[in-house]
């Protein structure tokens, strides 16, 4: 018999510095609970001047190699919307950074917030056929929109790390899942921009289709019926999202849920993703890992993703939870990692705004602010420097 496959360990990283978003809503004229409700969002993480999606990657996959080490991981997979070049992969930078061995394959892969689940699904499908490897992947991104607009509160900076295996500790993935691809503009972001250009209405329901059409798809490959799903952890852009994509399929279920009962099934999912913000494509995962660190026990419970990524792809899918999973979780880490951020006025969050603008990006040196155990130190003749912060 077949070994069962899915995420055996699962670790963020996230910015050095939070604003809560009643900051924002003082300079963009707003009442604070347009964010706090209306968008289900408290705060959101803000990058030093010397953190990137590199930095924040390879401190979240510390964290993993720390406990289990390195043995046994010959793929890293580094999952992006926030590129940093055009050609070299940003996991070829945390591969070092790391101090893994040379027979490790490395690849970036890009469809907006998708590409992590991607990730996840090849992984697997390299441990099925060796189950003595385990894969690597990274999904990390930092969401930057213009400042003085309606996106600017759904902003944040995060990533995940996560090893695929035989035999996981966390969520063993089972075999059925959909997916559904569509050409929408409702998202892009072009070479000549730093950030991204956003149809929030086109979105919203690019949003919703997708997944409708992922779990549709899901249905009809033999995955589980609605009702036979314990919890749904779903792409938060902002956490409310992740409310109007349930009560939808809800609706299509025919599972007859009334509001209150669709935000409780989804509240355990959020609490990382309230406090992070948009963390593009490690934003599901976040929802994950929120869940296991909850009160709730989840062995043997039957949890779903439903990833999407603008542009659009989505994938639906399912995993069972081990029996003994809480001994593979950092709750009281994380918390502390949060905790940890240092809060920053408008002032100080406009500035290191302002700062990753570079007028000359081919030659810069970065302030020494993070505290994170590694630092982008800038460019120099186009070439990125990564360092050690110690």
């Not at 964010?35 to 959101?44: D, I, N, V």
Request: hydrophobic share 45%; glycine share 8%.
């Amino acid at each position: 018999m077949s070994p069962a496959i899915g995420i055996d360990d699962l670790a963020f990283a996230t910015g050095s510095f939070r604003i809560d978003l009643a900051v924002l809503a003082a300079r963009l004229g707003a009442d604070p609970a347009k964010y706090y409700r209306g968008l289900g969002q408290s705060e959101m993480s803000v990058v030093a001047e010397d953190e990137d999606v590199v930095t924040l990657g390879a401190a979240a996959a510390q964290q993993i190699l720390a406990r289990g080490g390195a043995d046994g991981v010959r793929t890293l997979m580094f999952a992006t919307e926030t590129g940093i070049d055009q050609s070299k992969s940003a996991g070829v930078y945390v591969h070092r950074l790391l101090g893994l061995g040379p027979n490790v394959r490395v690849v970036e892969l890009k469809q907006a917030c998708y590409s992590a689940t991607a990730a996840m699904q090849f992984a697997a499908a390299l441990v099925a056929r060796d189950p003595s490897e385990k894969v690597l992947v990274i999904a990390s991104d930092i969401a930057r929109y213009e400042l003085d607009t309606a996106a600017e509160p759904t902003q944040g900076a995060g990533a995940v790390a996560f090893t695929v295996t035989a035999n996981p500790a966390l969520l063993e993935l089972e075999p059925a899942n959909g997916v559904y691809t569509e050409d929408v503009m409702d998202f892009w972001r072009p070479n000549h921009s730093t950030t991204a250009i956003v149809d929030g209405k086109t979105s919203i329901t690019a949003y919703l289709d997708a997944v409708a059409g992922a779990f549709d798809d899901y249905l009809s490959r033999g995955g589980a019926p609605f009702d036979a799903i314990d919890w749904f952890c779903y792409h938060q852009p902002f956490t409310k999202m992740a409310v109007k994509a349930h009560r939808h399929l809800a609706d299509r279920a025919g599972s007859g849920a009334d509001p209150a009962a669709v935000a409780a099934r989804i509240e355990p999912t959020t609490g990382y993703n309230r406090r992070i913000g948009n963390s593009y494509t490690a934003s599901v995962y976040l929802a994950l890992l929120a869940l296991l660190d909850g009160a709730e026990d989840l062995a043997g419970k039957r949890v779903a993703i439903a990833s999407y990524g603008s542009g659009a792809v989505a994938e639906f899918l399912t995993g069972t939870v081990p029996a003994n999973y809480r001994t593979a979780l950092r709750a009281a880490e994380n918390e502390r990692r949060l905790a940890d951020r240092v809060p920053v006025d408008d002032a100080t969050y406009l500035a290191l705004q302002d700062a990753a603008r570079r007028r000359d990006p081919s030659n810069y040196e970065t302030a020494r602010q993070t505290p994170a155990p590694f630092r982008f130190g800038g460019v120099r003749d186009d070439q990125r420097i990564y360092e050690p912060t110690v």
